[in-house]
């Protein structure tokens, strides 16, 4: 089943730009998953299991990596490009 997804990042700490670009570049190394950006949120585009498999992973990470973040998700089960 094929997924879109848009993600918007809040790190509450005033360096909030470095967290938010390393999470949007991880997320892109994964060739299975199709990642847009603009200034408001990123959109994630893929199979389901690749897509929740990746941002799981992904936001653990980020968590693990800051000490407080916000993360606002919506998941549509379509593939909203087309």
């Known amino acids: 089943m094929k997924v879109s997804l848009e993600i918007s990042?809040?790190?509450l700490d005033q360096h909030y730009?470095?967290?938010?670009?390393?999470f949007i570049?991880?997320?892109r190394r994964n060739s299975s998953l199709v990642v847009?950006?603009?200034n408001m949120s990123t959109q994630v585009f893929g199979e389901y299991?690749?897509?929740m498999a990746a941002l799981t992973k992904e936001m653990k990470d980020s968590?693990?990596?800051n000490d407080t973040v916000?993360?606002?998700l919506k998941v549509v089960n379509s593939d909203l490009r087309l």
């Not at 730009?17 to 390393?22: E, F, I, N, R």
């Open 9 to 11: 990042m809040y790190p």
């Open 17 to 22: 730009g470095t967290p938010v670009l390393q």
């Open 25 to 27: 570049e991880r997320l």
């Open 36 to 38: 847009h950006s603009n």
């Open 49 to 51: 299991d690749e897509v």
């Open 63 to 65: 968590f693990q990596e």
């Open 70 to 72: 916000a993360m606002v």
